[in-house]
């Protein structure tokens, strides 16, 4: 599993720097408020069409064509940004960054989901989402700095060049095959539902990320560039952390489902007090908020991996991803609407009541066993 984990750094490094950086990037080539809504909602929408194909294709075949693809189309889409200048193309390009993303998501959670190296569900899925977590502090430090010396596009330049290179990392696996058939009772019933309903709802304030947070850092503290970039990245790192403490906890399904609903507590109240008070104060509430997403992250995958049979784990969760992206793409449009018309801090105050109010709902959503 170390390839998966070095594949899955590598992405989230990638994606997550270009994506988080990209709306300062698109200030500056003048688009508006709902135009970086758009761009932002149809990259978070390329799941809700790709995933259940794409966790079919790994219920049956390979996954590594699907994953080799993804990395080089990710690639190439990456050069192809830093040439593009008006709102339309950049939609087009963000699209299918959103797809390739979205594939190579998907299948490697397939992957993780029916291994069984590693007994301990805690431990497998801490180190997980730890490892995934960690590229994103990474590659805003490192993208912080690219981009103060050497501009955006070079940054997207470097990015291509590191996905390009971790086609190398990915060996060959095959599971047996599924019908379609197979899929309709794991996933059309009172449980699934229930908690498909709270992962969208959980879902929403990931729009406030990649639309006003960036902005909202620089009106607010008057951060540089290179400032955002170390304040994300440092609340970041709180968020890889969170999700390796859990590996570190025995398998305990009851004290996982209380867990799980403290770190939505946390998330919820540290994205509403992090609008408050001085830069300090908030990152400090935005550190605890993203440590409330670390154990959130952590116990998702958790519990879909005790939803579902491996058989059909693929294509169930590839639905279950596609519907908590329809939270994400609605919470794009309308939190960088009303971020930009309201003010930016609004819609993370908003999306941090939507959590706690979430927290009360997984009382009944989230499975007890």
Known sequence: MRRVHLINFIRTMAVTT?????????????????????????LAA????????TGWINDRLSMKAVIGGALLLLSTLFVAAGFVRSVAPMAAVFLLIGVANSAINVSINSLYYKDRGEPDSNRKYGRFVGWLSLGPPVGLL??????RFAGFRTLLGVMAALTALAVRGFGEEKFAAVSFRDYRFSVFNKRTLLFSAFLVLL???????QTVYAPFLRSRFALS?????????GAYLTLALAAFLVGRLKDDPVRDRRLFLLGMILSGAGLVLMTAGNVRFSFLFRCIHEGGDGLMGAFVVLTISRLFEKKTIGGSAGILTALQTSGHMAGSLVFSWLGFRAGLQVPMIVAGAILLGNAVFGLYAIPKE
């Open 46 to 53: 390329a799941p809700i069409v790709f995933s259940f194909p």
């Open 225 to 233: 560039d290179s400032g955002i970039a170390l304040y994300m990245a």
């Open 203 to 209: 879902a929403l304030h990931w729009g406030t990320e």
């Open 142 to 147: 490192l993208g912080s700095a690219v981009s």
């Open 18 to 42: 270009v994506v988080f950086l990209a709306p300062l990037y698109f200030i500056g080539l003048g688009f508006s408020g709902v135009a970086i809504g758009v761009i932002v909602a149809l």
